[in-house]
């Protein structure tokens, strides 16, 4: 049998090409990993920061925001003695069906008028600055605002988006259904978007953002929370993927740190359902990229 003789030249040729090969493929993964994530390690773990200070302002202001809005929407119907938040004058003498339509500017702007009110916009406006908003696992790049909604900033920092339903949107289960189960949303009157600390960053679901649906009786429920559920499957709600519990994609599941993706949609109803605890952390960056590393490893086969 012959044998295969090399020159030392191909013996290096083949060594460099070797090494830059396997320099290219961490590069790829580490572009990968960085993709999956959308932040450097540094601008991460600064972020971090939110879960080690200022938890119970945070909470408190989350608190404060809820009660603000509810108080604002019970005093309404208690002056009109009203059961339904839609059959007062609020709702009923509304210029148009939703609060996004231009006609409803300046009746808003006088309803609102007793929540300390700084300045009052439309984010489609000149004046009211585009502010995009991230998931709280997502990739840096991952960003949204909210293009069509009423933006009410008060004097004591808060920020709320309004999106308002003259008619509201129908129940999705049988109201006894609904009222077996436990629930108390009926019917939901809109949407409000709660940033606790304004125009500040880190401008993060789950983070400074929370979001409730405003029901009949006047109260805040939060996005994917227990009566979100049953609102929509009635006495099967616990299997419901709109409930948070059922999805890692809203807040995470059991533990935050174990899910790749999380866009935070659902902490505010986690928040409350814990006892108004924050009890979903990022432990630290390195965890979070071994994870991605591994999503990349076991769908690629790169090592």
Same mark, same amino acid.
């Given at each position: ?12 040729t ?8 396997l ?15 959308g932040?450097?390690?540094a601008?991460y773990?600064?972020?971090l ?5 200022n938890?119970? $302002? =945070? +909470?408190?202001?989350?608190? !404060? ?5 509810? /108080?604002?929407?019970?005093n309404?119907?208690k &002056?009109e ?5 839609g ?14 339509d ?9 309803a ?8 009052t ?5 000149d ?10 696992k997502?990739p ?7 293009p069509a909604?009423?933006r ?7 920020l709320?988006?309004?999106?308002l339903y003259?008619?509201?949107?129908e129940k999705e ?12 949303m ?7 978007? $709660? =940033? +606790?600390n304004?125009?500040? !960053?880190?401008?993060?679901?789950g983070? /400074?953002?929370f979001?409730y649906y405003?029901? &009949?009786d ?10 979100r ?5 009635g ?17 995470g599941?059991k ?6 993706f ?7 109803a ?11 952390k ?10 991605a590393?591994n999503?990349v ?6 090592f």
């Open positions: 049998m012959k044998k295969l003789k090399f020159s030392l030249i191909q013996i290096v083949t060594a460099v090409m070797t090494v830059i090969i320099c290219v493929s961490q590069k790829l993964l580490a572009n990968a990993e960085r993709s999956m994530t932040v450097s390690a601008s773990n600064s972020k920061s939110f879960y080690k200070q938890t119970k $302002i =945070d +909470i408190a202001k989350l608190k !404060k925001a809820c009660y603000v809005i509810t /108080d604002n929407f019970q309404i119907m &002056q003695n009203k059961k339904d938040l059959e007062t004058s609020f709702f009923l003498n509304m210029p148009a069906q939703r609060s996004i231009a006609e409803t500017q300046v009746y808003l702007d006088e609102f008028s007793g929540l300390n009110i700084k300045r916009c439309y984010n489609y406006l004046d009211c600055p585009k502010i995009e908003y991230g998931g709280l997502y840096s790049w991952i960003k949204a605002s909210f909604h009423y009410i900033y008060t004097n004591d920092g808060m709320y988006y309004f999106d003259k008619n509201g949107i289960a049988d109201a006894e259904e609904i009222k077996a189960a436990g629930g108390r009926t019917k939901i009157y809109g949407l409000v978007q $709660i =940033d +606790i304004g125009d500040e !960053k880190p401008n993060v679901w983070k /400074d953002l979001g405003i029901a &009949q006047g109260r805040l429920y939060p996005y994917y929370g227990k009566d559920a049953i609102y929509n499957a006495s099967s709600w616990r299997k419901n993927d709109l409930y948070w519990r059922n999805r890692k994609i809203l807040c599941g533990n935050i740190n174990y899910s790749l999380v866009s935070g949609e659902g902490c505010a986690r928040i409350m359902e814990n006892g108004w605890k924050f009890d979903y990022l432990n630290d960056f390195s965890e979070i990229f071994k994870l590393k999503a490893v076991k769908k690629t086969g790169v």
